[in-house]
């Protein structure tokens, strides 16, 4: 028992005791808050080895129990991602199956408007192999948009939310909000559809006298009915949106009404069709020759008739003639042809069919003419305004027709906007949304060959009936009675009106609640039950400006162009998916390939263009315009998206494909690796390194911008990525386009070899470090500063990189600063690849250095022609096309100045100072001050004796022999006593390492140089000395590079990397 004692309460100490983060174990986000009884006891005793990862980790049972109580969200609602409880509505379980959930739905969306008024037209304009044509490619443009768009349906659980949800979580918050608005733009499009055909079947065959406007004369008919659809049309708009704001259960409730109303006025064509095979109609239809006459203010088709054995005019002798009289003047055309009068609906049996196979494409205002029929041609004339004729609309061709009937096969998303109410969506979407494909495709082509069976060819063309005495034409071929149609198309087209305006606010509320789209935050608002009032107010507002164009022919390929922008992404994001392999997509719908979705996305581009170039090009503006707007403004969103997975492809299929190796001279440019120093706080010590970074750059190239944090990985972790954040947001603010790579070290100098090694993946590697001067590498309180970058120096130079050294850095100008005037000066004195060439180039492609001039200087040894060197250097920079003023500055080979010999004793008396360390803090000081001291008096004692040689003013350019000896004698003569005298004075002089008086003589006497040319501009770019190969030297290296770079405002030290990055070849 005892055993058992000690053994339980350690099990109870870590069952209860906190995890690694220290957090008791009831807190754990995974685990119910419960208390820990017996049993729960032993099974967390058997799993006491995972101990540590239960607060970060759940037990699978946890993960599994909660997976299986998954709710779909409602609409709208914050994305699933975030699953918080408090924000989940309480949904009713999903009962509905695949017939009444996905068929019926996309059913009832497909068949619609352009099925009752317009396909009847198309046959006969197009004829019916074309009309064939037509259909067959816009089905299996949604053919395959389906077989896409059920793959990504059933990767997953799919919100509610449907097609936006699908298309914005496979390609990301850029593509998915400019094609959600398109969706959007596109349903709210098809709303005014719907209710422009309401009113058009309301006016036109069932209340004609219900116009508002009437026309004065015929010709003005056609605007007057324009007027009154725009009136009645916002009237029913209005009227739709307030019974939508009332309450949607509504229109829910009425859907089965709308969707039976499509389904016998279906049964009712397909009956009337059976019934024209052995009792076909009686529909008389007049022709005159072969023009169709419209039924209008007249009954008798002939020109005279017989009355109580008397013969008389008719009343269509009196529309043609200037009176009822048998001898009046008529129409020439009305003399020259009979009147003839055909059946309209002949039957299916009636071999009709061949004649109205080829198109009969018309201009507007051409009559409807039968072909086949004879008719006397009169001379040209000038077609009198009146004549009952009927007379073609609208200019009608193929293109055209394609983007009138697009809109007829739209509505396939029916189902995928319902998900949530499914009792498998997974299982249902696919099958549902084909077999409603294949049903309306069936229905769709089998009406066009069964119409151009049975109907007449000037009757199919006559779009508004108006030989049947302004019947609807696919209405009499229906059997009982042509009011099954007009009634069932009026309730189905004003049923899926309102479900538009049902359907595109909650689009555009689920949008605005993701949040990627600032401006359209105000509309993810609405009433306490999630109604969105906001939303619906905008819809009602953009379909009264479909509404107000007034014609369902010009509404038509609008929406047409929105809806094929969405299914083309569709199959696009289906195709990424695929193409990519993401581990994600397992799809359970498995008869899918990317090579439909390519197809399916290519008919859609082909069928955007064919039905109206111009319109195509206005919505990809808007879609492309939306995306930029996501790209720049919106709120960054990580949705797994494909968009982002083919980035990744793509660029490790490039790097792949960059060489190993150093790129041609020709792509050179300078790839950077900055190195940052941080302060204490992990701020960046100097922010301008980044500033010049971006002038250099221009956003092109590569940027890695680097930094080293003293220490061990597993201590400054949080140090690290606090600083790591910290360079992020000074590249943001910067406007420096690059990558950040931070490195934790044991030592500084470890840290900097490892990044100027390792920075960079495969052939985007950096080429160029750069970094700022150590300014405190004197201070003794950081006495090895100036080891670092040495070493750093060897470092770039072993590995061929270049390098550039900012020297006064906090003095080099912001972004935001604008040089109006000034000079960039290269000082070119050895040429190790033309970097120092290129640098002024590239700088001044950026606004704040553009103004300024670029100056070239070389210095010419006593053996160079300096005319000759001139000339050569103005040539090859005419072959390289950079502008640059040329000077060649000749050096004149004097002694050493005493203020040299004064300055290495110094740097000497330092670096001694330096190796004995061992001294105390006070015992160094007291040493310093005394060495300062003697160096100040005894430079005061030299500087009286002895000036330093100052530059001519007058450049000489060309050495001759008596120059040259002139020159020397003028500079030595005088002064040989003076120097015996000054080793007497000095003599610890004579005791000088002569390689480093050398060095120093050489860097006093170019800062002179430099002083007297160049210390007034904007920027001077320097060939930086390579450090000494003995290491014993190297403080007299930063010494040397101190003294050459004195008294100028901004420097850069570049140091190639020995190769060349600049040519004159093109």
């Avoid at 408090?86 to 009444?100: A, L, N, Q, Y």
């Avoid at 109907?455 to 779009?463: N, P, Q, T, Y």
């Avoid at 000339?871 to 950079?882: E, G």
Wanted: net charge neutral; charged share 20%; glycine share 8%.
């Amino acid at each position: 028992m005892p055993v058992w004692h000690l053994e339980s309460s350690s099990a109870a100490c870590c069952v209860l005791g906190g995890g690694g983060d220290g957090n008791p174990r009831e807190s754990s986000p995974f685990i119910n808050n419960v208390e820990v009884d017996r049993e729960s006891f032993f099974e967390r005793k058997n799993m006491a080895l995972f101990e540590e990862e239960m607060d970060s980790n759940p037990m699978v049972s946890s993960l599994l129990n909660k997976l299986a109580n998954y709710t779909n969200l409602s609409q709208g609602a914050v994305e699933h991602e975030e699953g918080e409880e408090s924000r989940r509505h309480e949904v009713k379980g999903p009962r509905m199956g695949t017939f009444i959930g996905v068929y019926l739905p996309c059913l009832q969306n497909i068949l619609g408007v352009i099925l009752f008024l317009r396909l009847t037209w198309i046959v006969g304009a197009a004829g019916v192999l074309e009309s064939f044509l037509i259909v067959s490619m816009c089905c299996t443009c949604t053919m395959l948009t389906a077989i896409s768009m059920s793959a990504i349906a059933t990767n997953g659980v799919v919100p509610a939310g449907g097609s936006y949800y699908m298309i914005s979580r496979s390609l990301g918050p850029e593509f998915g909000g400019a094609v959600g608005l398109c969706f959007y733009l596109g349903t709210t499009f098809a709303g005014a559809m719907y209710i422009l055909g309401t009113i058009e079947i309301f006016l036109t065959y069932i209340s004609p006298s219900a116009s508002i406007i009437q026309a004065d004369s015929v010709d003005g008919e056609a605007a007057a009915m324009l007027h009154n659809m725009r009136v009645y049309g916002t009237c029913t708009l209005v009227f739709m949106a307030m019974v939508v704001f009332v309450g949607v259960k509504y229109v829910n409730k009425l859907a089965l009404v709308f969707l039976a109303c499509v389904v016998l006025s279906i049964l009712a064509i397909y009956a009337g069709v059976i019934k024209t095979a052995f009792d076909p109609p009686d529909i008389p239809v007049c022709l005159l020759g072969n023009r169709t006459l419209s039924r209008r203010g007249f009954d008798l088709c002939a020109k005279v008739h017989t009355i109580n054995n008397s013969t008389a005019t008719t009343a269509l002798w009196g529309l043609f003639c200037n009176s009822s009289m048998p001898n009046a003047t008529c129409d020439e055309y009305f003399a020259q042809n009979n009147v003839t009068e055909i059946q309209g609906i002949p039957g299916v049996a009636s071999g009709v069919l061949l004649d109205n196979l080829w198109s009969a494409y018309a201009d507007k205002g051409a009559f409807v003419e039968k072909k086949g029929a004879s008719s006397m041609a009169v001379p040209e004339e000038s077609r009198a305004s009146g004549l009952p004729y009927v007379l073609t609309d609208i200019m009608t061709y193929f293109t055209m027709l394609v983007g009138i009937y697009f809109p007829s096969v739209t509505g396939i998303m029916a189902g995928s906007n319902r998900s949530g109410d499914l009792k498998d969506a997974q299982k249902s979407i696919p099958t549902g949304t084909i077999l409603a494909i294949v049903t309306t495709s069936f229905i769709y082509l089998s009406c066009i060959v069964l119409f151009g069976a049975c109907i007449e060819g000037v009757i199919l063309r006559d779009k508004f009936g108006e030989a049947l005495q302004g019947n609807l034409v696919i209405g009499m071929l229906a059997w009982p009675s042509p009011w099954v149609i007009v009634i069932g198309s009026f309730f189905s087209t004003c049923g899926a009106g309102l479900q538009s305006l049902t359907g595109a606010p909650r689009l555009l509320q689920a949008i605005a609640r993701d949040g990627i789209i600032p401006f359209l935050q105000v509309f993810g608002h609405g009433k306490s039950n999630g109604e969105p009032t906001w939303a619906l107010l905008l819809t009602a507002l953009i379909c009264e400006t479909g509404i107000l164009i007034a014609s369902l022919d010009s509404v038509a390929p609008i929406l047409s162009m929105f809806f094929l922008m969405c299914y083309m992404f569709v199959n696009l994001a289906c195709a990424v998916q695929t193409l990519l392999r993401t581990p994600n997509w397992r799809p359970r719908f498995k008869y899918y390939h990317w090579t439909l979705s390519f197809l399916g996305m290519s008919l859609c581009l082909a069928l955007m263009f064919i039905c109206s170039w111009y319109y195509a090009l206005f919505a990809m503006l808007i879609a492309g315009c939306i995306y930029k707007y996501i790209e720049y403004r919106g709120a960054e969103k990580e949705w797994g998206d494909g968009i982002r997975g083919l980035s990744l492809n793509a660029a490790r299929y490039a790097l792949l494909r960059v060489e190993q190796g150093p790129p041609h001279t020709k792509n050179w440019r300078p790839q950077v690796l900055v190195m940052l120093n941080l302060d204490a706080e992990q701020q960046v010590k100097h922010p301008r390194l980044l500033s010049f970074t971006t002038q250099l750059k221009a956003g092109k190239g590569l940027t890695i911008v680097g930094s080293v944090l003293e220490g061990t990985y597993l201590d400054k972790r949080a140090e690290a990525q606090q600083a790591e954040e910290n360079i992020r947001s000074l590249m943001g603010a910067e406007k420096t386009k690059g990558f950040c790579q931070l490195v934790v070290s044991s030592n500084l100098r470890d840290g900097m070899s490892h990044l100027i090694q390792s920075a960079g993946l495969g052939g985007m590697k950096h080429n160029t470090v750069l970094m700022a001067w150590p300014a405190s590498w004197k201070q003794e309180d950081n006495p090895f500063s100036w080891k670092n970058f040495v070493d750093t120096v060897r470092d770039t130079t072993a590995a061929h990189q270049a390098l550039l050294v900012a020297k006064n850095v906090d003095l080099f100008p912001q972004n935001q600063e604008r040089f109006s005037d000034g000079n960039i000066d290269v000082w070119w004195i050895v040429h190790d690849g033309g970097l120092l060439m290129l640098l002024p180039f590239l700088l001044r492609q950026h606004k704040v250095w553009r103004k300024c001039r670029m100056r070239i200087f070389t210095v010419a040894q006593v053996d160079d022609n300096s005319i000759q060197m001139k000339k050569d250097l103005q040539m090859f920079l005419y072959h390289l096309r950079i502008s640059a003023e040329v000077e060649v500055v000749e050096m004149v080979e004097n002694d050493i100045s005493a203020f040299t010999y004064e300055k290495t004793l110094m740097m000497e008396q330092r670096s001694q100072m330096l190796k004995q360390m061992q001294l105390s803090k006070t015992e160094r000081e007291r040493e310093a001050q005394l060495i300062h001291d003697r160096n100040t008096a005894s430079h005061s004692a030299a500087a009286g004796k002895t000036q330093p040689p100052s530059t001519p003013d007058k450049v000489q350019m060309t050495w001759t022999k008596e120059k040259l000896i002139a020159e020397k004698s003028k500079n030595r003569d005088p002064g040989v006593s003076g120097f015996k005298d000054l080793f007497t004075l000095k003599p610890e002089w004579g005791n000088l390492n002569q390689c480093n008086v050398r060095r120093m003589h050489t860097a006093v006497k170019l800062n002179d140089v430099l002083l007297n040319k160049s210390q007034d501009a904007q920027l001077v770019l320097l060939n930086m000395p390579g450090p000494p190969k003995n290491r014993q030297g190297d403080e007299n290296y930063m010494e040397f590079l101190e003294v050459l770079t004195e008294g100028l405002n901004r420097v850069l030290l570049v140091r190639g990397s020995g190769r060349e990055v600049i040519t004159i070849y093109s």
